[in-house]
C-alpha cells in the first residue's frame, strides 16, 4: 500500500492495481475504506507531517489550493498570485468555483484582496 502527494497536492492510494485519488487524505481514506481495501498507517510521524500539510492546505475554495505564491486549481493547468483572477480564468473555462467553507474562504479572499490593495 502507498500513499503518495501529486504535484497538485492531491492525495494517490495505490495497491496493487487498484487506485483511489482525492483532495486531502480524509476524503481518500474514505473512499479507500469504502471500496473495502486496505488502510494502514505504517508511520505515525509521518502521518503527523503529512495530516498537517494537508490541513494548511485548505483554502476554503472548492479544488483551490496555495503553491508557493500562486493561487491553483487542482485538476488543471489553471493558477494565478491573485484569488479574483483565478476565479474569472476558473469561470471562463466553464469549471466550478464554489465556496467549501465559508469562513475560511472569505478570511483567504480578504487577505488576498489586502495583498494588492497597497
Not at 10 to 32: I, Q, R
Not at 54 to 75: A, H, I
Amino acid at each position: 500500500m502507498n500513499v503518495y502527494q501529486m504535484d497538485d497536492l492531491s492525495w494517490k492510494y495505490v495497491f496493487g492495481d487498484k487506485s483511489h485519488t482525492a483532495d486531502n487524505l480524509k476524503d481518500l481514506e474514505f473512499l479507500v475504506r469504502m471500496h473495502g481495501l486496505k488502510w494502514s498507517i505504517l508511520d505515525d510521524d509521518l502521518v503527523k507531517k503529512s495530516l498537517e500539510a494537508d490541513k494548511n492546505n485548505f483554502t476554503g475554495f472548492y479544488k483551490v489550493y496555495k503553491n508557493g505564491d500562486f493561487w491553483c486549481y487542482r485538476g488543471s493547468d489553471i493558477k494565478s498570485h491573485s484569488l479574483q483572477t483565478l476565479k474569472k480564468r476558473v469561470e471562463a473555462e466553464g469549471l466550478k468555483w464554489s465556496k467549501t467553507d465559508k469562513e475560511l474562504a472569505e478570511k483567504n479572499w480578504k487577505l488576498d484582496l489586502r495583498k494588492f490593495n497597497k
